[in-house]
Protein backbone atom coordinates (compact mmCIF):
# COMPACT_ATOMS: atom_id res chain seq x y z
CA UNK A 1 0.00 0.00 0.00
CA UNK A 2 0.68 3.57 0.04
CA UNK A 3 3.27 5.39 2.72
CA UNK A 4 4.53 8.38 3.56
CA UNK A 5 7.71 8.80 5.88
CA UNK A 6 9.09 11.73 7.36
CA UNK A 7 11.97 12.50 9.56
CA UNK A 8 11.21 12.52 12.90
CA UNK A 9 10.72 15.49 15.35
CA UNK A 10 10.67 17.96 16.79
CA UNK A 11 12.93 19.73 15.32
CA UNK A 12 14.22 23.20 16.90
CA UNK A 13 15.95 26.15 14.83
CA UNK A 14 16.86 29.90 15.69
CA UNK A 15 15.32 32.19 13.59
CA UNK A 16 16.63 32.55 10.16
CA UNK A 17 18.00 29.12 9.58
CA UNK A 18 17.33 27.35 6.94
CA UNK A 19 14.89 24.99 7.00
CA UNK A 20 14.89 21.03 5.27
CA UNK A 21 12.42 18.45 6.14
CA UNK A 22 12.44 15.32 4.88
CA UNK A 23 10.02 13.40 3.03
CA UNK A 24 9.74 9.97 0.82
CA UNK A 25 6.93 7.98 -0.02
CA UNK A 26 6.05 4.97 -1.71
CA UNK A 27 2.72 4.63 -3.91
CA UNK A 28 1.62 2.18 -6.47
CA UNK A 29 0.27 4.69 -9.22
CA UNK A 30 1.48 8.63 -10.12
CA UNK A 31 0.58 10.19 -7.12
CA UNK A 32 0.13 13.95 -6.39
CA UNK A 33 2.01 15.43 -3.29
CA UNK A 34 1.10 17.73 -0.66
CA UNK A 35 2.60 19.30 2.29
CA UNK A 36 0.40 20.48 4.84
CA UNK A 37 0.56 22.53 8.27
CA UNK A 38 -1.10 22.41 11.31
CA UNK A 39 -1.15 25.04 13.46
CA UNK A 40 -1.63 25.08 17.54
CA UNK A 41 -5.12 24.39 17.91
CA UNK A 42 -6.55 24.43 14.56
CA UNK A 43 -6.78 21.94 11.46
CA UNK A 44 -4.59 21.38 8.75
CA UNK A 45 -4.20 23.61 5.97
CA UNK A 46 -2.58 23.40 2.55
CA UNK A 47 0.59 24.77 1.98
CA UNK A 48 1.73 23.78 -1.41
CA UNK A 49 1.58 20.91 -3.75
CA UNK A 50 3.22 19.10 -7.10
CA UNK A 51 1.51 17.30 -9.01
CA UNK A 52 4.05 15.49 -11.59
CA UNK A 53 7.38 14.92 -11.36
CA UNK A 54 9.72 17.49 -11.61
CA UNK A 55 6.89 20.19 -10.42
CA UNK A 56 8.09 22.56 -7.60
CA UNK A 57 5.75 23.73 -5.25
CA UNK A 58 6.01 27.05 -3.26
CA UNK A 59 4.58 29.08 -1.01
CA UNK A 60 5.24 31.54 1.93
CA UNK A 61 8.13 31.09 1.28
CA UNK A 62 8.56 26.78 1.57
CA UNK A 63 9.81 24.95 -1.65
CA UNK A 64 9.50 21.29 -2.32
CA UNK A 65 10.57 19.71 -5.31
CA UNK A 66 8.73 16.25 -6.73
CA UNK A 67 11.20 13.72 -7.53
CA UNK A 68 10.11 10.97 -8.62
CA UNK A 69 13.52 8.73 -9.31
CA UNK A 70 14.04 9.42 -5.61
CA UNK A 71 10.42 8.84 -4.14
CA UNK A 72 11.00 12.31 -1.90
CA UNK A 73 9.27 15.59 -1.61
CA UNK A 74 11.40 17.10 0.73
CA UNK A 75 10.21 20.98 2.32
CA UNK A 76 12.18 23.61 2.22
CA UNK A 77 12.73 27.32 3.58
CA UNK A 78 15.39 29.56 3.32
CA UNK A 79 14.80 31.63 6.37
CA UNK A 80 12.19 30.45 9.09
CA UNK A 81 10.35 33.01 11.49
CA UNK A 82 8.65 32.51 14.77
CA UNK A 83 5.75 32.24 13.03
CA UNK A 84 6.47 29.20 11.11
CA UNK A 85 6.26 26.89 14.43
CA UNK A 86 3.45 24.42 13.71
CA UNK A 87 3.49 20.77 12.83
CA UNK A 88 3.67 19.95 9.11
CA UNK A 89 2.53 16.73 7.53
CA UNK A 90 3.69 15.08 4.25
CA UNK A 91 1.05 13.49 2.23
CA UNK A 92 -0.45 11.84 -0.98
CA UNK A 93 -2.97 11.70 -3.07
CA UNK A 94 -3.63 8.43 -4.64
CA UNK A 95 -6.59 5.80 -6.18
CA UNK A 96 -9.17 4.76 -3.90
CA UNK A 97 -8.85 0.84 -4.18
CA UNK A 98 -10.01 1.58 -7.85
CA UNK A 99 -13.42 3.05 -6.48
CA UNK A 100 -12.95 6.53 -8.57
CA UNK A 101 -12.20 8.19 -5.47
CA UNK A 102 -9.02 9.43 -4.17
CA UNK A 103 -7.51 9.73 -0.90
CA UNK A 104 -4.84 11.06 1.00
CA UNK A 105 -2.34 9.24 2.90
CA UNK A 106 -0.24 11.02 5.86
CA UNK A 107 2.82 11.10 7.45
CA UNK A 108 3.36 10.88 11.05
CA UNK A 109 4.07 15.10 11.04
CA UNK A 110 6.96 16.78 12.10
CA UNK A 111 6.72 19.66 14.94
CA UNK A 112 9.10 22.52 14.34
CA UNK A 113 9.66 24.91 16.87
CA UNK A 114 11.82 28.46 15.90
CA UNK A 115 13.15 30.16 18.69
CA UNK A 116 13.99 34.18 18.41
CA UNK B 1 -12.79 31.88 8.19
CA UNK B 2 -12.11 28.46 7.14
CA UNK B 3 -14.84 27.54 5.27
CA UNK B 4 -14.95 24.03 7.09
CA UNK B 5 -16.28 24.52 10.53
CA UNK B 6 -16.90 22.07 13.17
CA UNK B 7 -18.80 21.66 15.89
CA UNK B 8 -18.26 21.16 19.16
CA UNK B 9 -14.59 21.75 19.55
CA UNK B 10 -14.48 20.19 22.42
CA UNK B 11 -16.32 17.42 23.45
CA UNK B 12 -15.99 14.98 26.87
CA UNK B 13 -17.97 11.93 27.29
CA UNK B 14 -18.64 8.70 29.09
CA UNK B 15 -18.35 5.47 27.18
CA UNK B 16 -22.24 4.37 27.20
CA UNK B 17 -22.68 8.03 26.20
CA UNK B 18 -24.64 8.97 22.49
CA UNK B 19 -23.13 12.24 21.09
CA UNK B 20 -22.58 13.36 17.26
CA UNK B 21 -19.98 15.64 15.95
CA UNK B 22 -21.16 17.67 13.08
CA UNK B 23 -19.15 19.69 10.77
CA UNK B 24 -20.28 21.94 7.76
CA UNK B 25 -18.84 23.44 4.91
CA UNK B 26 -19.56 26.94 2.52
CA UNK B 27 -17.44 26.17 -0.24
CA UNK B 28 -19.40 24.21 -2.71
CA UNK B 29 -17.97 21.08 -2.26
CA UNK B 30 -19.09 17.71 -3.25
CA UNK B 31 -16.82 15.82 -1.52
CA UNK B 32 -16.44 14.98 2.66
CA UNK B 33 -14.26 13.41 4.95
CA UNK B 34 -13.36 12.69 8.72
CA UNK B 35 -10.10 11.98 10.10
CA UNK B 36 -8.87 10.89 13.20
CA UNK B 37 -5.54 12.14 14.82
CA UNK B 38 -3.93 10.65 17.16
CA UNK B 39 -1.29 11.15 19.29
CA UNK B 40 2.06 10.31 17.49
CA UNK B 41 -0.11 8.48 14.60
CA UNK B 42 -0.78 9.61 11.31
CA UNK B 43 -4.16 10.94 10.34
CA UNK B 44 -6.25 7.78 9.69
CA UNK B 45 -9.37 8.25 6.79
CA UNK B 46 -12.26 6.87 8.64
CA UNK B 47 -15.23 7.89 5.87
CA UNK B 48 -14.97 9.68 2.41
CA UNK B 49 -18.87 10.97 0.64
CA UNK B 50 -18.47 11.68 -2.97
CA UNK B 51 -21.44 13.66 -3.48
CA UNK B 52 -23.31 12.18 -0.27
CA UNK B 53 -22.66 8.54 -1.35
CA UNK B 54 -20.16 6.70 1.19
CA UNK B 55 -16.73 5.16 -0.12
CA UNK B 56 -15.58 3.32 2.69
CA UNK B 57 -12.41 2.30 2.57
CA UNK B 58 -11.10 1.43 6.19
CA UNK B 59 -12.78 -0.77 8.55
CA UNK B 60 -13.89 1.40 11.00
CA UNK B 61 -16.00 0.38 14.20
CA UNK B 62 -19.67 0.09 14.36
CA UNK B 63 -19.55 2.46 17.47
CA UNK B 64 -18.62 5.49 14.65
CA UNK B 65 -21.32 5.84 12.24
CA UNK B 66 -21.49 8.64 9.88
CA UNK B 67 -24.39 10.65 8.01
CA UNK B 68 -24.49 12.90 5.17
CA UNK B 69 -27.91 14.61 4.69
CA UNK B 70 -26.61 16.76 2.20
CA UNK B 71 -22.92 17.53 0.11
CA UNK B 72 -22.64 20.55 2.93
CA UNK B 73 -23.08 19.13 6.00
CA UNK B 74 -21.54 15.74 7.54
CA UNK B 75 -21.65 14.27 11.26
CA UNK B 76 -20.39 11.35 13.06
CA UNK B 77 -22.36 9.49 15.37
CA UNK B 78 -20.63 8.12 18.61
CA UNK B 79 -22.40 5.39 20.74
CA UNK B 80 -20.50 3.09 23.22
CA UNK B 81 -16.96 4.33 22.83
CA UNK B 82 -13.83 3.20 24.33
CA UNK B 83 -11.17 5.40 25.56
CA UNK B 84 -8.61 4.89 22.71
CA UNK B 85 -11.07 6.79 20.77
CA UNK B 86 -9.92 9.88 22.58
CA UNK B 87 -8.40 11.98 19.94
CA UNK B 88 -8.83 14.69 17.46
CA UNK B 89 -11.59 14.19 14.92
CA UNK B 90 -10.82 16.58 11.38
CA UNK B 91 -13.64 16.64 9.02
CA UNK B 92 -12.37 17.87 5.41
CA UNK B 93 -13.82 18.67 1.95
CA UNK B 94 -12.46 19.09 -1.20
CA UNK B 95 -14.22 20.25 -4.91
CA UNK B 96 -14.16 16.78 -6.04
CA UNK B 97 -12.64 13.08 -4.73
CA UNK B 98 -9.92 13.80 -7.26
CA UNK B 99 -6.13 13.23 -7.71
CA UNK B 100 -4.92 16.73 -7.35
CA UNK B 101 -7.86 18.23 -5.27
CA UNK B 102 -6.59 19.49 -1.71
CA UNK B 103 -8.48 19.10 1.51
CA UNK B 104 -9.53 22.05 3.00
CA UNK B 105 -9.82 21.32 6.31
CA UNK B 106 -12.17 22.22 10.11
CA UNK B 107 -10.18 22.98 13.46
CA UNK B 108 -11.63 19.46 14.61
CA UNK B 109 -13.04 18.22 17.46
CA UNK B 110 -10.97 17.11 20.65
CA UNK B 111 -13.33 14.16 22.13
CA UNK B 112 -12.09 12.48 25.52
CA UNK B 113 -13.72 9.42 26.68
CA UNK B 114 -13.90 8.95 30.85
Known amino acids: GDSVTQMEGPVTLSEEAFLTINCTYT??????LFWYVQYPGEGLQLLLKATKADDKGSNKGFEATYRKETTSFHLEKGSVQVSDSAVYFC???????????????FGKGTKLSVIP | ETGVTQTPRHLVMGMTNKKSLKCEQHLGHNAMYWYKQSAKKPLELMFV???????ENNSVPSRFSPECPNSSHLFLHLHTLQPEDSALYLCASSQEPGLNQPQHFGDGTRLSIL
Open chain 1, 91 to 105: ALSDSLSGAGSYQLT
Open chain 1, 27 to 32: ATGYPS
Open chain 2, 49 to 55: YSLEERV
